[in-house]
């Protein structure tokens, strides 16, 4: 027997994905989608002002309007219950107590007949607001002066950090979190030849998933039953359970497809008012929020971030310390876990003697930020991938040397306790430096329009921390296979890879697998569907329960054929022993009888904890992503045009080629919108300027540069099924910083702050 | 029946749908999009941004693109209107479905039947599209999941397809 490795027949092949019929014929089920028997529409009131004292709410009329079912104001809620909601800290309430925070926060909600019966409804609420001073931005609410929004500490907590990390609640005025990190001793700086101090500006995107949040709840008959447009069920689920005070097993969460979320659709946003919209009126409640809405429900975190770095004349980085703030909006969300991943990744993807980071989420007036694609990530490689480019021109250094002279190799721990990065970085950069032809580029720049090239290397933790995964697959007697696990068909393609997976273990085709539907009572537990978990995590469960259930079904027919298991193998419900074929169905009756049987098996994974990982547990996987840019500016109109992008992911094993490029393709054109154009415009009192689907600009097809390519690396060094990883937010990670990079090589001036406009420009070249 | 039901007015309406004669009354104020969603059950018709800015919801109306959000159902009376139920013929996919499967050319999948559509009424006013025309069309519509390429390589291999189908 020689010991060649069995071709892979299911995994690494663009099958169809298996949502696909369901999705373009329309026939696909979303949360919009469903409706009960008795359903009522919910509408939200929403303050006008930016912070203000509630004084006084009147809903008398409201409450006597034709249709109006429901109305619920801070008076309503019921004592016995919990009205906030949040991640480490619960500060959001259901509806606004005492206090509104942002324009958009939520005042009441009414349920009616129609949707409009409750919009007219609405209008007769009178609310007296008492204005108090705005924190428009990080600055504002940093401000002596600036009250604070929360009074009182909220409800929260600090979960355990290991080596070199820690948190602290609240440290100061309008800071509901501060990550830091350290390693290594700030005595590093004396001995670098020159030390860096810049400071770098993020802006905000909203996330503009097409479907809007929705919720259906129905809570009648003691079970709570909530339809979801959801990402993280089960959280879901305990956060009701919590704030109702219900037994987790009094609640179920249905999610169906999934229209989009980019981060927005974790955690609570319309479930916690339809749920009591629902027990108020005895009746099933949906509330479907607007895409103004959305734009008031959950952002991407703005940010400033100040960065001091030790360097020697060589090029070779030493020592750095960061300062981040996030912007957090009004209410914390995810904020302390966006400012622990934001604060332990901007060292990017370097070697350094010294690191002493420390990222603070600040509250201000404005929308709530969450999370988004990137997760922290996309602001530290903004922020550190500029300045390494900065630096090393400062030096004179070419910065592709620059980047080769530091970058980690592969298996060499991030930090001390970390696992080790598995990708070859120079591999990937030295790929999309020849794709895009950076080392030979010869720019004739003596016109006014400008020609350069930039690269960069975003890069995160993937796969969360300290994530579990269960898993279960079945097979009936025909070969009927279900999966069933939580991660949410939310567009990743994620039904379709891990049913391949179980496809490749079992001997089928993707075909004979279906993907059940998640509902918090059958499907297990899972954490949620974020950090590009669903290979590299969720993977490995669903590998280990398909192929527990492949021994389970050749040792019953090794039993029963009375041949030895080891010279068993599974294909497609037919056992091959030899030459000979067994279809499995027989044995089945045989032994269980007519009906039949259903074999079932569960897997499981978890990293282990390790109190000398920084985080509590090793990082699963990295997430890293190369671009190269090459742009023309025109000096006279600041006019950018980016001719080329090329950016590129590491998947380890592409499980799914298109699926993965699919991935690739689309947080490249989301990362290029957010450097050229796409950003939420506050006007410094609070009010967002273009919250809404007409002047919010999101990446059109002709927004797609004239040579835009994505490159898929299969370096097969991932943890997951067949060397695979996670894919979806690495190419979001390096474009900004490779455009600004670029935008330097061409004109020689640099940009700090995004997006990076023609005003800009002009104003950098002094022209303005 | 609450007293908001009655005050509205109705409208008489007759028009095609998907190949079908319909007739009914519908509320002078009932947007197409809901009307096929809620009172038809077609709930292929995706409500994105309601705005008719982003697509989702799109509809042929003899033959072209409209939001079907912002088009009120009345305007429809006389008319032929296409939504994504109505495009495969005895359970078979069209080829531009066929075309968007093959190219994995959605993710989500909430912009994909105004996107098909939209393909639709492209390739049937230009058989033989350029690049720079599918990405003009295309860009009449949203889709924050794909970042477009794999959208317009589906929209060419659907309109290479549909010419060599009409080959004798």
């Known amino acids: 027997m020689s010991a060649v490795q069995p071709t892979l027949k299911q995994v690494g092949v663009s099958a169809p994905r298996s949502d696909a019929h369901a999705k373009v014929s329309g026939r696909a089920i979303y949360g919009p989608d469903i409706t009960l028997p008795g359903m009522l529409h919910a509408k939200l009131l929403r303050s006008p002002r930016a912070h203000a004292r509630v004084v006084s709410i009147d809903a008398t009329a409201a409450r006597a309007m034709p249709g109006v079912r429901a109305v619920l104001t801070r008076d309503e809620i019921p004592k016995n219950i919990v009205p906030f909601y949040g991640y480490f800290i619960k500060d959001q309430p259901m509806v606004a107590l005492d206090t509104v925070r942002y324009i958009g926060d939520i005042v009441c909600a009414v349920a009616a007949d129609t949707e409009a019966a409750a919009v007219q409804a609405l209008q007769a609420i009178k609310v007296v607001y008492e204005d108090l001073p705005v924190a428009s931005g990080i600055e504002a609410a940093l401000q002596p002066e600036m009250p604070a929004l929360f009074e009182q500490a909220p409800m929260g907590i600090v979960p355990p950090y290991g080596q070199g990390a820690s948190a602290v609640l609240r440290p100061r005025k309008n800071v509901c979190y501060e990550f830091a990190y350290s390693t290594g001793s700030a005595d590093a700086f004396a001995g670098c030849d020159h030390v860096f101090e810049d400071e770098f500006r993020f802006s905000r995107m909203t996330h503009y998933h097409l479907e809007p949040f929705v919720s259906v709840a129905d809570a009648r008959a003691g079970q709570i039953q909530v339809w979801a447009s959801c990402q993280n069920p089960f959280p879901l689920r305990k956060e009701i359970a919590r704030m109702f005070k219900r037994p987790e097993n009094q609640i179920t969460v249905h999610v169906p497809y999934v229209g989009g979320g980019f981060g927005s659709k974790n955690n609570v946003k319309t479930e916690a008012v339809s749920v009591m919209l629902s027990l108020m009126s005895g009746r099933p409640v949906r509330l479907c929020l607007t895409m103004e809405e959305s734009f008031l429900t959950n952002t991407q975190h703005a940010a400033i971030l100040r960065l001091k770095t030790g360097v020697m004349n060589d090029g070779t980085l030493i020592a750095r310390e960061s300062e981040i703030l996030l912007d957090a909006g009004a209410y914390s969300d995810a904020s302390p876990l966006v400012a622990e991943k934001a604060g332990y990744r901007v060292p990017g993807p370097y070697r350094w003697k010294h690191i002493n980071t420390t990222c603070a989420c600040v509250m201000t007036n404005t929308a709530p930020a969450g999370p988004f694609r990137g997760f922290g990530g996309t602001q530290a490689s903004w922020a550190s991938e500029s300045q390494v480019d900065m630096i090393a021109r400062r030096l004179g250094i070419d910065p592709y040397e620059m980047r080769m002279r530091n970058l980690l190799a592969l298996h060499e721990p991030f930090m001390p306790g970390e696992s080790g990065v598995d990708s070859d970085m120079r591999e990937g950069l030295d790929l999309v430096c020849e794709a895009i032809g950076y080392h030979g580029r010869k720019h004739d720049n003596s016109g006014p329009v400008k020609r350069g090239m930039g690269i960069a290397i975003g890069f995160k933790d993937g796969g969360g921390v300290n994530k579990p995964a269960q898993a279960r697959v079945k097979m009936s007697t025909n070969g009927d296979v279900f999966l069933q696990c939580g991660t949410v068909e939310i567009g990743q393609g994620a039904h379709t890879t891990l049913a391949q997976v179980v496809a490749e273990v079992l001997g089928t085709r993707v075909e004979r697998i279906s993907y059940a539907r998640i509902n918090t009572d059958f499907t297990p537990f899972d954490q949620g569907t974020n950090a590009s978990s669903g290979v590299a995590v969720m993977g490995r469960a669903v590998m280990r329960a398909a192929e527990a259930l492949r021994c389970q079904i050749l040792e019953f027919a090794a039993r029963e054929m009375k041949v030895p298991v080891a010279e068993l193998a599974l294909e497609d419900a037919t056992i091959v022993y030899g030459d000979k074929r067994q279809p499995l169905a027989p044995l089945v009756m045989r032994h269980f009888g007519g009906t039949g049987y259903e074999f079932s098996a569960d897997g499981y994974y978890k990293p282990e904890l390790d109190h000398h990982a920084p985080l509590e547990a090793q990082c699963v996987f990295w997430e890293i992503g190369w671009g190269a840019v090459e742009v023309e500016v025109d000096t006279e109109t600041g006019q950018i045009k980016v001719l080329k992008l090329v950016a590129s992911g590491d998947t380890g094993r592409s499980l799914n080629p298109l699926v993965c490029r699919g991935q690739e393709d689309g947080a490249a054109l989301m990362g290029l919108a957010q450097t050229l154009f796409e950003r939420m415009v506050y006007d410094g009192s609070g009010r967002l300027l273009n919250g809404d689907p007409l002047t919010y600009r999101v990446p059109l097809a002709e927004d797609l540069p004239r040579e835009f390519s994505t490159i898929t690396q299969e370096q097969g060094h991932g943890p997951g099924p067949y060397g695979s990883k996670g894919a979806g937010e690495a190419t979001i990670l390096p474009i900004a910083s490779a455009v600004a990079n670029a935008v330097h090589d061409a004109i020689g001036v640099r940009i700090t702050e995004l997006p990076i406009t023609p005003v800009k420009i002009l104003e950098a070249l002094g022209r303005a | ?168």
């Open chain 2, 1 to 168: 029946m609450p007293e908001t039901m009655t005050a509205v007015s109705e409208y008489p309406l007759e028009f095609r749908l998907n190949n079908q004669p319909v007739r009914c009354r519908v509320p002078v104020e009932r947007t197409l999009a809901d009307f096929l969603h809620d009172d038809l059950g077609l709930t292929g018709t995706k409500l994105g941004c309601s705005r008719g800015v982003c697509g989702a919801c799109v509809t042929l109306v003899d033959g072209k693109p409209v939001a079907s959000c912002s088009t009120f159902a009345f305007q429809v009376n006389g008319r032929e209107v296409l939504s994504i139920e109505g495009l495969e013929t005895d359970g078979v996919l069209h080829t531009i479905q066929q075309a968007f499967v093959a190219r994995s050319a959605f993710q989500c999948g909430y912009c994909t039947a105004g996107m098909v559509l939209l393909t639709k009424s492209l390739l049937d006013h230009h058989p033989e599209p350029s690049r720079e025309l599918i990405v003009e069309w295309i860009s009449s519509n949203v889709c924050r999941c794909t970042g477009y390429a794999l959208i317009i390589e589906a929209v060419e291999e659907a309109a290479r397809k549909l010419r060599a189908e009409r080959q004798p």
